[in-house]
């Protein structure tokens, strides 16, 4: 035993149960699976529903009058029903689903921003994941606005003593990560969004990490834009989500054109649907939707606060443990102030690929490389980190697990 364990909030011997794959075993190991920041396991609620979906009420949606039809249509929007409560909507018209969080993160670029003009600046951070660099690089290009960003500390939080002048009169878009998928940290949002309101500007969140783990309740956050995505909250891939405030939305042009998005069309001109249709041109991910809304329902009977608490504990242990590391250098806060379960880390000299096979070969799942977010290893000076992401489904028994790995790494490279 290698950290302090806290009482238990959350019976995860019973959760476990409900996530198939976890009975498996890797390389002769039992399956020891931090790599949920990547994507998350998905409990038998989810896929029997997808199942289910598949033999029973397999149709298109909002295209038939027949039985089948009809009850793809209801499952389709009642998922979307069902995160529009989990993220404390106002309605589930403000809920858009998309591929995935990239996607969601494109379609404000692009269709919002159809509005920047030359001159116009838009905010971002160190920390983002490329899905939040590249789209606003690709719209600055496009209409010569310029692009900037805010400065992370040694110790992985925001630099926010220049907020005042980085977000200015100039400011039209801020958007940025509400929980790094690096560091782990969760950002400041309170005071970005109320200086970015203050100048006119509309604020997007990165909720990729933080509504699988978090507890997110869009009308506190008061921002105008969340993009998440299923596969990281137990859901399937295929899926995702940009919730926006209906007057934003309502002001937007599409996407993407085709089937569905539409009011009327003729040869000569074609009128747009309301949102959130405007925006789900073509066949929509259906069975992906049913599979998101199974997770959703899985979530919330778990309860997200008590979720919450035992990733915290969770994490307090697995800070204190790799502290014993010798050399491991850990990126992010070293507390939990504010902070996920993402815990990324460096053995100098020793390579991230060969400390991510060796721990495979131990049956310990974690990911090696720049993580879709290179700026911030450059901000850190390396070329690549070892990342554990913890979910509801991990345990102290796996962080000592991966303590014994890392062990043995440095037995194996010296």
């Known amino acids: 035993m290698t950290g302090t364990v806290a009482a238990p909030v959350l019976d995860v011997a019973r959760a476990r149960k409900d ?6 075993e890797v390389n002769g190991h039992p399956l020891v699976y931090l790599d949920s920041g990547n994507t998350s396991q998905k409990p038998r609620a989810v896929i029997e529903a997808m199942r289910q979906h598949y033999e029973r009420h397999n149709a298109n949606v909002a295209r038939s009058v027949h039985q089948l039809g009809t009850e793809a249509t209801e499952a389709y929007e009642g998922a979307r029903a069902k995160v529009a409560a989990f993220i404390g909507a106002t309605s589930p018209d403000e809920v ?3 591929k995935n969080s990239t996607e969601a993160i494109n379609l404000v670029a692009y ?32 209409i010569g606005a310029t692009l900037r960003w805010f400065r992370v500390s040694d110790e992985g939080r925001l630099d926010l003593s220049t907020l005042d002048r980085l977000v200015n009169e100039r400011t039209r878009i801020v958007s940025i990560a509400h929980m790094s998928n690096v560091l782990g940290t969760i950002n400041p949002t309170e005071a970005i969004v109320k200086r970015a309101h203050e100048v006119g500007a509309v604020v997007l969140l990165d909720g990729s990490q933080s509504v699988p783990h978090l507890g997110v309740d869009v009308t506190a956050l008061d921002a105008d834009f969340l993009a998440f995505t299923s596969h990281k909250m137990l859901g399937p891939t295929g899926i995702g989500v940009l919730w926006g405030r209906s007057e934003v939305l309502e002001s937007m042009p599409p996407f993407l054109g085709g089937g569905s998005m539409i009011e009327t069309v003729s040869l000569e001109k074609t009128t747009f649907a309301k949102p959130p249709t405007r925006f789900e041109a073509g066949t929509p991910p259906i069975a992906q939707a049913v599979g998101l809304g199974a997770a959703v329902d899985y979530l919330s009977a778990l309860g997200m606060a008590k979720l919450a608490r035992h990733e ?10 790799l502290a014993t590391v010798p050399g491991l250098r850990l990126f992010g806060p070293a507390t939990t102030r504010d902070r996920g379960g993402i815990l990324s880390f460096d053995l100098p000299g020793i390579h991230p690929h060969d400390v991510g096979q060796v721990l495979d070969s131990l049956g310990v799942q974690v990911r090696v490389g720049h ?14 980190m070892t990342r554990a992401s913890l ?13 014994a790995g890392l062990a043995q790494v440095r037995k194996v490279f010296g």
């Not at 996530?19 to 498996?24: A, D, E, G, K, Y």
């Open 371 to 384: 993580h879709c977010a290179r700026p911030i290893c450059v901000r850190y000076g390396v070329a690549a």
């Open 391 to 403: 979910y509801l489904y991990n345990t102290t028994d796996e962080v000592d697990a991966l303590v």
């Open 111 to 142: 269709s919002y921003g159809a509005r920047l003009r030359l001159g116009d600046e838009v905010v971002i951070s160190e920390m983002e994941h490329h899905s939040n660099i590249v789209p606003w690089q690709l719209l600055c290009d496009r």
């Open 312 to 321: 915290a504990q969770l994490t307090g242990y697995a800070l204190e443990a």
């Open 19 to 24: 996530f198939p794959i976890l009975s498996r």
């Open 96 to 98: 858009v689903f998309t």
